[in-house]
């Protein structure tokens, strides 16, 4: 993360890192079903097991908490997207990536949607900082999915002709919508179809089958 992410105290003890990463887990997961701005404080104290005096020991207030999360959330998030898209280089990949991506939302029928994008509707108008970070780890997951469409193209699965960051950003910007949409309609399937379609235009540039599969 940047210079503008929140960073753990100086000097804490082992026992310290402890309570400080129980904590952020705790506000994540609550933020995560509850949102940021219903997720107060005072439910973080209960969730964690933790004393008020122990929780503005490692946040000054919900914004550093918050940023945090951020940080805990996007890390999981990258490492995740690193390890699946890292080993794409064909069609078929990023196919079977889509769907390991489905089939985990479909899990929650879509109900929470992606944990990236629920904070960056809830911070992006309130922190600048959060939004700043925010902005970084889409940054990084296009840059993952532009990365595995140059692989393809450099393996001869997709003409020359490719741009590879503007179909990164489209692919990205549909999973998005798509995870959104999932959320509203609390059904996977638009979820689907979003991510369907910007396949679609995807393989549009696939030089033949064979390279494709």
């Not at 840059?143 to 002709?161: F, H, P, T, V």
């Not at 959320?183 to 696939?206: K, N």
Request: aromatic residues 4%; glycine residues 8%.
């Amino acid at each position: 993360m940047n210079e503008n992410s929140d960073q753990s105290p100086v000097r804490l003890t082992a026992r310290g890192k402890k309570t400080r990463t129980r904590i952020v887990a705790a506000a994540a997961d609550l933020m995560r079903v509850q949102g940021v701005g219903g997720t107060t404080l005072d439910d973080v104290m209960v969730a964690s097991g933790v004393s008020k005096s122990q929780l503005y020991r490692h946040f000054e207030d919900k914004n550093a908490l918050v940023r945090a999360v951020v940080t805990h959330v996007g890390e999981f998030v990258i490492a995740r997207e690193t390890n699946m898209l890292g080993k794409v280089s064909t069609l078929a990949g990023l196919r079977r990536w889509r769907d390991s991506l489905v089939k985990a939302n479909a899990l929650r029928h879509g109900m929470y949607g992606c944990a990236l994008g629920a904070l960056a509707g809830e911070v992006s108008d309130h922190d600048v900082v959060a939004r700043g970070m925010l902005d970084q780890l889409f940054q990084a997951w296009q840059r993952l999915i532009s990365e595995a469409l140059e692989r393809m193209q450099r393996a001869g699965a997709l003409d020359e002709s490719a741009d590879t960051s503007r179909l990164a950003v489209g692919f990205l910007a549909s999973l998005q919508g798509g995870y959104l949409l999932a959320q509203t309609a609390r059904d996977v399937e638009p979820m689907a179809i979003a991510i369907d379609v910007a396949l679609a235009h995807i393989e549009s540039f696939a030089t033949s089958d064979r390279a494709a599969s």
